[in-house]
Each structure stands twice: as C-alpha cells, then as structure tokens.
C-alpha cells in the first residue's frame, strides 16, 4: 500500500504542469534512484556479508543493527566506524572483502521489484531521464544493473565512493541531477534507506521511500514525501503520472 505523510508534500507548479505538453518538450524532469534495496530486494544479503567479514573482528549485525549503523552509507564511512584501528588502505582490502562475499550471494538472485521494469518502459516511452544513484562500490552496482538488464535504462550511474562526499550528504543526487540537467523539484528519486532519502532530500528531490527494510514512518522521519512497498502501487503510479505528465 502506498502511503503519504501530508505534512510532507510539496508539490510545485515545477512538478505538475499541464498534461498537454508536448511530448519531447519536458524540460528539467528526471527519475532518481538508487539501486540496493530500491530495485531490487538485495539488502538481506548484505548483513550476512557484513557478518562473515566483520564478525570475527568483534561486529554483529542483525537487521535493526544494520539499518541504523551500515544502510546506505559508503564504505569509508564503515571503515572509519567500525575499523578505526585499521590504515586506511587495510580498511579498503576488508571492505573490499565483504563486497566480494555479497557478490557472491547476489550472483543469481538479482529479482526486480513488482512493477519496477515497466515504470522503466513507461519513463523511456515519455522520454524522461533516469539516473541510478549508489554508494554501492562500482562493482557491486554495475553487477546489479547488468543482473537485472537495466542498464541500458540510465543515463548515468553516480558513485558516491567517488565523490568528495557519498550519501548522506547531496552531492550525489546533485550531480545525478547535472547529467541530464534535471531540476531537483522537478524530478522524483526513490530510496530505501535513512541515509539516502537524507541525501535525495537534501537536493532538493522530492523522495519516495521504498519499504523493502524500513517501514513508512522511518522513510518519511529521514524525509521522505511518500512511501511504497513497490513499484505497482496504483497511488504511486498516479503520483508519477500527474509529477512527469505522462
């Protein structure tokens, strides 16, 4: 069920202009979004990573744990945390670990969610740019988007890992928003995770929480206008028909 916290929405002469535009004619809409855990379910996978790489290093996670503390965020920020002992570079080669163990598990698994691959037809029939924005490393979310055959979809793929500053903080849905010159009222991006509905939130995109681990009030308590279980939900839909015009 599709669920919206009144207080939270905006909505601008920016986001729903008249359904007779042009097609062609859209200017500055975008559709933003993250990757794990918003396209696809992946994000039980990652605990069990995390466990068999930091376990014996004394960190335990179950699923409340991992939502808090490792959810969206980039691996430098979890190696500061968790590995504060550790040099930099020994924080990567560990870390790097964990992301060999999650491909590992993810490999053959990747399903997309209910609804989400004719959204994607729906985008590309009106002609508005998608971009997948990931704190994920560039191997993990290139193997996620080639598992679900998606790739193609995107005009860009933005890797918080290789900007001054990942998710949290907005650069990344910023510069996902400089690549097919989007307007950040004029866009949507979708998240599933505190740290990145902060982010999408902090530039300015109005943000759909996807409740694949946290439920509506943690969506929209980190910022988010909405929330959806997936991508079929007739309200969601609805929302984005009136927000893209189409």
């Known amino acids: 069920m599709f669920r919206i916290d009144a207080s939270c929405i905006r909505e601008s002469t920016e986001m729903i202009e008249a359904k007779g535009q ?121 193997l996620l988007l080639s598992g679900l055959g998606i790739t193609h979809r995107f005009r860009a793929l933005v890797i918080g890992d290789e900007l001054a500053h990942g998710k949290p903080h907005p650069l990344p849905y910023q510069e996902g928003l400089r690549f097919v010159g989007g307007s950040a009222t004029a866009s949507i991006a979708f998240e599933d995770s505190r740290s990145g509905v902060q982010s999408a939130t902090a530039a300015g995109i109005p943000t759909i929480g996807i409740r694949t681990s946290l439920s509506h009030a943690d969506l929209v308590g980190a910022g988010a206008v909405a929330s959806a279980s997936a991508f079929d939900d007739p309200e969601l839909l609805a929302r984005l028909a009136a927000a893209m015009a189409w």
Request: proline residues 7%; charged residues 25%; hydrophobic residues 45%.
């Open 22 to 142: 042009a097609r062609g004619q859209v200017t500055g809409r975008a559709l933003l979004f993250d990757i794990d855990g918003t396209l696809a379910n992946t994000d039980p996978l990652h605990p069990k990573a995390f466990n068999q790489v930091l376990g014996p290093r004394g960190h335990v996670f179950d699923h409340a744990r991992f939502s808090r503390e490792l959810q969206g965020f980039a691996n430098a920020s979890i190696g500061e945390r968790f590995l504060p002992d550790e040099t930099v570079e020994r924080r990567a080669v560990i870390l790097g670990e964990k992301e060999v163990v999650f491909r590992t598990l993810v490999a053959g698994q990747i399903e997309p969610l209910p609804g989400l691959m004719a959204l994607l037809d729906r985008a590309d029939a009106a002609g508005i740019p998608m971009v997948a924005v990931t704190n994920a490393p560039r191997l993990n979310a290139e």
